[in-house]
């Protein structure tokens, strides 16, 4: 059973990394979403395979025997909780990106670290990347 | 007073839920958070006063023993992180009441600026590993949101790069969190600290270096910050501080708890390894400082640069280098975040972050670049300045070990770190102003800036002028963790 775990950790891994690596953003959170799924794998494992009964200990006896370890169940249940609220994050803000900047490369994403135009001379970003100057009051006017 | 342990979460998470409700309401919801970070204020000081007696606050939730039951421990390190998060907060806070660099005024700002605060006092005052990448995803999600709400494309930009990073470091946590509990059975920080001991060298070596690259990855430290000048230099100036004070720093403390408490009879290959990325991250830190001309992403360098020095500390292995990295974790981070402050405070008087496009600042403002002096001489390390002692304590054990080669590329690193921050004091306050016509501008609203900036310098001074008080503390929580 634990091979056929490893494997599966191993196939998911795999196609996380291949994702994540992708030029396209899109894709590339994908692949940290599958990537999650892998990790959740690995961290159900770390609680060892074996009896598959539920955690509960049976009626008028007090320890638990011949159960599967819970806590790498709540564990992964926590990790999949957090993971989903990422992922979900993640997917609004790449729409969001792909349509602010127009592009879904990620090598062409240079508007936080623009290319500079010289050899030596660091880039100057560009004003339309800074705050607005003079600073605006919140009726909207100029202070 | 157990329950005292459980604040550093609980009054930011109460303050979350009472801003988010108040967000129709901008006054409402600014005086909610004020009074948020007052509690938390007072919350931090008690701990420091209870850590002080060796009276750890101790907490095990749902009526499990420890070390089954998720445990809230603040111990002298995590009580004093714990103050400087709530003062930092504060600081930040009062510094969004002023104009400099504090646009636009999202409704959520004010709830994920102590959503963050959440996720700092969480992994501070947590004793359980799985707990502890709770909360660094909790910092996680506030950050990105933090980065997201302004919402200009570089800002986009900029989230995307800090997310798919630190995802991939959260990821790594979690795998490395699942070997512990694998090999040790445990996930209490005091249960793994006993259980690590009776594991194989290499499985220590193996289980702790999982963890170590997580942990650097958060850290900033070299090879794994690309993600901090990528993204730092968008967010507006008060966020900033915050972000460049703190949350390097929490991965830093997880070193610490990790090498120095849960792991400190791990092989001396890891403390060795550790050593030279910590030399690394000073050199190619400063190196990009050296290369900027924007003051932002100057400063976001010299975050990476300084993690070296305190990863140097837990580098050493012993307790005056875990000492040391406690005292520069301190006095860093108030350093730090005053020059974010002070920045901004330059930019809504001259128009730009940029060197080449300011200057002229002196004429008008003296007074404002003595106040940079104080943070910036401090970060370098010039005597009696509270970076001074924090290196000197450092390099002291270092040269005491015989690391002589770390110890060169640090001396080398403060000459290099002294560069870029007189081309800041010279460019933006010395030379002339580049354009003959430009003028101070007159109707500012900087009190509340020169109030924060102000405060933060004089903690600077205060250590610098009284540095034992915070040595002994420094000494006595170094004890308390489990330094061989």
């Known amino acids: ?143 | 007073m157990s329950a005292l342990a459980v604040t550093p979460v609980l009054v930011p998470l109460v303050t979350v839920v009472a801003t988010t409700l108040a967000q129709k309401r901008p006054g409402a919801q600014q005086a909610l958070s004020y009074a948020g970070i007052v509690g938390f204020l007072a919350c931090a000081i008690a701990l420091v006063g209870l850590a002080h007696q060796d009276e750890a606050a101790r907490v095990a939730f749902g009526g499990w023993g420890v070390p089954f039951g998720i445990e809230f421990a603040v111990d002298r390190t995590s009580a004093a992180l714990v103050l400087i998060t709530a003062l930092m907060g504060a600081a930040a806070l009062l510094f969004l009441a002023s104009d400099a660099d504090t646009q636009p005024r999202h409704p959520l700002l004010l709830p994920l600026l102590h959503g963050v605060l959440v996720g700092v006092g969480g992994s501070f005052a947590t004793a359980d590993l799985f707990n502890l990448y709770v909360w660094f995803e909790v910092m996680l999600i506030c950050a990105v949101g933090l980065f997201a709400i302004g919402g200009r494309v570089d800002q986009l930009d900029a989230t995307f790069k800090y997310f798919v990073l630190n995802m991939f470091g959260t990821l790594l946590l979690l795998v490395a969190v699942g070997m512990v509990y694998a090999t040790t059975g445990h996930l209490n920080y005091g249960a793994i600290a006993q259980a690590a001991p009776q594991l194989s060298a290499w499985v220590q070596t193996l289980v702790l270096s999982g963890l170590l690259l997580a942990f650097l990855i958060k850290a900033g430290a070299f090879p794994l910050f690309a993600w901090l000048p990528a993204s730092y230099h968008t967010l507006p100036a008060p966020v900033l501080a915050l972000f460049a004070g703190l949350l390097t720093k929490v991965g830093v403390y997880a070193v610490l708890r990790s090498m120095g408490d849960l792991f400190a009879t791990a092989p001396g290959l890891l403390f060795e390894a550790l050593g030279w990325v910590a030399a690394a991250t000073m050199l190619f830190g400063v190196l990009g400082a050296a290369y900027h001309w924007d003051m932002r992403r100057i400063l976001a360098f010299h975050i990476v640069s300084q993690i070296g020095y305190i990863l140097l500390g837990i580098a050493l292995a012993s307790e005056a280098g875990n000492a040391a990295t406690l005292f520069y974790t301190l006095h860093h981070i108030v350093v730090k975040a005053n020059l974010f402050l002070i920045a901004a405070m330059v930019w809504r008087l001259t128009g730009s972050y940029d060197l080449r496009r300011i200057g002229g600042l002196y004429k008008v403002r003296p007074a404002l670049a003595v106040l940079f002096l104080v943070p910036a001489l401090s970060l370098v390390g010039i005597p009696p300045l509270s970076g001074f002692w924090s290196k000197l304590l450092v390099l002291q054990e270092a040269i005491a070990q015989g690391h002589v080669t770390w110890t060169v590329v640090a001396l080398l690193v403060s000459v290099l770190t002294l560069y870029s921050m007189m081309k800041i004091w010279m460019e933006a306050f010395w030379k002339p102003h580049p354009d003959d016509g430009w003028q101070c501008p007159a109707a500012t609203r900087l009190w509340p800036a020169w109030l924060a900036t102000l405060g933060l310098a004089a903690v600077t001074l205060a250590i610098s002028f009284y540095p034992q008080a915070l040595l002994d503390y420094s000494l006595a929580a170094a004890q308390t963790l489990g330094a061989r």
């Not at chain 1, 395979?49 to 806590?71: H, I, M, Y």
């Not at chain 1, 090598?107 to 970003?125: F, I, S």
């Not at chain 1, 004003?127 to 100029?142: F, K, L, M, N």
């Open chain 1, 1 to 143: 059973m634990i091979w056929v775990l490893a494997l599966t950790v191993w196939v998911t891994v795999s196609a996380g990394v291949v994702l994540a690596l992708s030029k396209d953003v899109f894709r590339c959170v994908l692949g940290l979403g599958v990537l999650g799924s892998a990790v959740n794998l690995v961290l159900f494992a770390a609680g060892r395979l074996g009896s598959a009964a539920p955690a509960v200990v049976p009626l008028g006896e007090t320890t638990l025997r011949d159960a599967a370890n819970p806590l790498p169940q709540a564990l992964v249940l926590t990790a999949i909780v957090i993971g989903f609220a990422l992922v979900c994050f993640s997917l609004a803000l790449v729409l969001r990106l792909i349509q602010r900047a127009d592009t879904d490369d990620a090598l062409a994403l240079r508007a936080a670290e623009p290319l500079p135009d010289h050899p030596v001379k660091p880039p100057y970003a560009g004003e339309r990347h800074d705050p607005a100057w003079p600073p605006v009051s919140a009726t909207g006017g100029p202070r």
